[in-house]
């Protein structure tokens, strides 16, 4: 099914609130990929956080939302340590966070088209790299970022080990 994707609108908070509640609690009673926490990550303030910066897309399906994405030139604190391999500014990279799918819509797709529609608003932006990360046990996300063409460039901690989340994975993909 092909989504539509557009910027979040205030309107649109209590609804990925849901979605964020509702994936956490799905992945709670199954493979819990990401290791995300329920009022740890994610919450409904970076929704509007997300929202209020201009920077949160929302994939809709129908009148639904089915999944959503945070782009923006802000890299995690620990991404300075990384050794991207190329001096570019933060200005001229597209940071993905928050890459989330409604339960309901898992395994149709949606997270390819929501990767998909960052690299292009990225390459819309003049970027000239898309930057992320994800925990280093999230095999279905290592997955598709390396089926898109981001090249692994090591690991970082990004602070969420007393949750058990030590490492996490480093990608990069250079826009042409």
């Known amino acids: 099914m092909k989504l539509e994707i557009q910027k979040a ?20 009673s199954h493979t819990n990929y990401p290791g ?10 970076d929704a509007e956080k997300g929202i209020r910066e201009g920077c949160l897309f929302v994939a809709r399906a129908g009148c639904r939302i089915a999944g959503t994405v945070i782009l923006n030139h802000t890299p995690e604190e620990a991404y300075q340590k990384a050794d991207w391999k190329n001096g570019l500014e933060d200005k001229d990279i597209c940071f993905v966070h ?16 929501l990767m998909e529609f960052s690299l292009s608003y990225a390459g819309g932006q003049n970027c000239k790299a898309v930057r992320l990360d994800t925990y280093e046990k999230n095999m279905p996300a290592v997955r598709l970022y390396e089926s898109l063409g981001f090249q692994y460039m090591g690991k970082a901690d990004l ?11 480093l990608y990069q ?3 042409s």
């Open 159 to 169: 602070g969420y080990g007393k949750y058990g989340l030590d490492w996490y994975r």
């Open 36 to 45: 995300w926490i329920k009022g740890v990550y994610p919450v409904r303030e």
């Open 98 to 113: 928050t890459l989330a799918v409604h339960p309901d819509h898992l395994h149709q797709g949606t997270g390819r088209q």
């Open 9 to 28: 609108v205030p309107a649109d908070v209590e609804e990925l609130e849901r979605l964020y509640d509702g994936l956490n609690d799905y992945l709670q």
């Open 173 to 175: 993909k250079i826009l």
